[in-house]
């Protein structure tokens, strides 16, 4: 049984047991076009940002991957991805998870309990159970959040396995991010007040940059930056294919070049341009800038021979990429040059803030606030010092919201349990001899939400977490051991998914 798709390439497996291995490979498309359409769901309603959005999303991927594991055991095939290729970052995030669990807790020691709890039952005059948490209910709902996310990133691990999936699961990303650039410059060229929903209006107002189906356009940009990155690394990989048939002769490489962005460049190059520019007419500064080191990272990755190939060619197609990056930026970046001569890169009001965040984590430097009550421990530290106008919900750094919430000890904890995967995609990028590209764009795509929830927090907007989660997942699935889930043939191996091949 074998398909073959635009991008990757034949879908099949030769050995033995073909009525159980036809049903499997039909259970994990079947699990990956559901994933891909979770996946698109999920930016439309306001980037997921609300209530609602959350429960469904946490219904849907979380109840995906419990499917997911039923039909291994009734399959009775093991993880294609063993758990002990994440077992460091898997251990500790079960430790976080029982943390905030304790944290939630009515029974943890009176000591431990914040003060609030005692001082709200003093001025009702009735008992109150207390905990180490300020807010139980933000607890619960930060800790849904992230099991969602957890349970995104465990899917697309284990359904990444193969990499045509892994790069069928990319390129549906690219095409997602495509989609809503395209819908964001309808709006701000068609709609009158530059938004798609009304309601996104009624919460943030009229925009004269684009916002796609986000409330803000920061969340957007980084949206955007995690499919452009994508769908450059796949075109450079397509152009380093077809060149590394095209022979010696540069007259002859320039002509593959312009060949290859005639045919089969054409469609990767249209959801490109679309969402470079949407992203540029973003105008968001963090996320344009931390998008740029995106791009640094997946340039310097990409700079290095690979097994057979040629510098020649890898010059010329991070040349090729280069200019085409920066010819988009010269003719589509005049609202961020307007922004940044109206704004310029400092804020004033977010240093002030990180200021009074880290002076409450080092109030609590061990037990916390409990995990997402920033919004409810912020009032309590904010002083003269912030403009008495507006609400801050939000730290705009996640960093110090997670040691906030959890406390350094165990805020670290769920920072590492991220950063080592990343490495597993940096070291997959640069030792594996072949099939690079999906590590390196996870590792890129890992720098740009890493360095833009320093200043915002669009990593706390599910739309951008889950997205990125479906990427790092990839990213790690292919990083990993090759003699257990690479797609080349292995000697002697009894794992069935370790015997296609591409």
């Given at each position: 049984?074998?398909?073959?798709g ?22 994990e498309?079947?699990f ?11 930016p ?8 609602i959005a959350w ?6 991927f979380?109840?995906?991957?419990a ?5 291994l ?6 993880h ?8 460091l ?9 029982l943390?905030?669990l304790?944290?939630?807790a009515?029974?943890?020691p009176?000591?431990w ?7 709200a039952?003093?001025a ?6 207390g ?9 619960s709902?930060?800790l ?11 899917l697309a691990l284990q ?19 495509a989609?809503y ?11 009158p ?5 009304a309601?996104?209006t009624?919460?943030a107002g ?11 356009q ?10 452009l990155?994508?769908g ?11 060149l590394?048939?095209s022979?010696?002769l540069?007259?002859l490489?320039?002509a593959?070049?312009?060949?290859t962005?005639g045919?089969?460049a ?9 969402i ?6 973003s105008?968001?500064r963090g ?6 080191l ?5 340039f310097?990755?990409n700079?290095?021979?690979?097994a057979?190939?040629s510098?020649?060619?890898e ?7 280069a200019l085409g990056v ?6 589509l970046?005049?609202?961020l040059?307007?922004?940044?001569r109206?704004?310029?890169l400092?804020?004033t009001?977010?240093p002030?803030?990180?200021m009074?965040?880290?002076?409450s ?9 409990g ?5 409810a421990v912020?009032?309590?530290?904010r ?9 801050w ?7 110090l ?9 165990f805020?670290?904890m ?5 950063a ?6 940096v070291?997959g990028a640069?030792t594996?001899?072949?099939?690079t590209?999906i590590?390196?764009?996870?590792a890129?795509?890992s720098l740009l ?7 915002d927090?669009?990593l706390?907007?599910?739309a951008?977490?889950l997205?990125y989660?479906?990427?790092l997942g ?5 990083a990993?051991?090759p ?11 009894t794992?069935d998914?370790?015997?296609?091949r591409?």
């Open positions: 049984m074998a398909a073959t635009h991008f990757g390439a034949t879908w099949g497996d030769p050995e033995s047991r073909q009525g159980r291995r036809a049903f499997a490979i039909t259970t498309g079947v990956l076009a559901l994933f891909v359409c979770g996946l698109a769901w999920v439309f309603w306001f980037g997921s940002n609300t209530l429960g469904i999303n946490a219904v849907v979380p109840g995906l991957a499917l997911y594991e039923l039909s055991v009734v399959r009775g095939l093991p294609p991805v063993p758990i002990r290729r994440i077992g970052s898997a251990v500790m995030l079960a430790v976080v998870v943390w905030v304790v944290q939630n009515t029974w943890t009176a000591g309990q914040h003060p609030i709890w005692q001082l039952a003093d009702l005059g009735q008992e109150i159970a905990s180490i948490s300020v807010d139980r209910d933000l607890t709902l930060a849904l959040r992230l099991m969602t996310a957890a349970s995104a990133f465990w359904l990444s396995h193969h990499a045509a999936r892994a790069r069928l699961l990319l390129w549906s990303v690219v095409g997602i991010c989609s650039a395209a819908a964001g410059i309808f709006a701000l060229g068609f709609m007040n530059g938004r798609l929903f309601e996104v009624a919460i009229p925009s004269k940059f684009v916002t796609s189906t986000f409330v803000n920061n969340h957007y940009s980084t949206f955007a930056g995690i499919g990155i994508a450059v690394a796949g075109l450079l990989r397509l152009y380093r294919q077809e590394g048939r022979g010696r540069w007259r490489k320039i593959t070049l312009i060949n962005t045919s089969k054409a469609l990767p190059l249209a959801f490109a341009a679309v470079m520019t949407g992203l540029l007419l105008g968001s996320g344009i800038i931390a998008t740029a995106g791009f640094f990272a997946l310097a990755l700079v290095h021979k690979k057979g190939g510098l020649r060619n010059a010329l197609v991070l040349l090729f990429g920066a010819a988009a930026f010269v003719f970046s005049d609202l040059v307007e922004r940044l109206e704004s310029g400092h804020d009001g977010r002030v803030v990180w009074l965040t880290i002076r984590i080092l109030s609590a430097p061990l037990l916390g606030f995990y997402g009550t920033f919004s912020f009032p309590m530290f002083d003269d010092s912030v403009s008495v106008w507006g609400i919900d939000k730290a705009h750094n996640t960093y919201e997670i040691f906030q919430g959890l406390g350094l000890l805020g670290a769920l920072i590492a349990c991220v080592v995967l990343v490495w597993e995609c070291k640069r594996r001899q072949r099939r590209t590590p390196v764009i996870a890129s795509v939400v890493g360095t833009h929830a320093l200043v927090f669009s706390q907007i599910q951008v977490t997205t989660m479906a990427v990839a990213g790690v699935a292919q990993c051991d003699a257990l889930i690479d797609d080349v043939p292995v000697a002697n191996s794992n998914t370790a015997r296609w591409i």
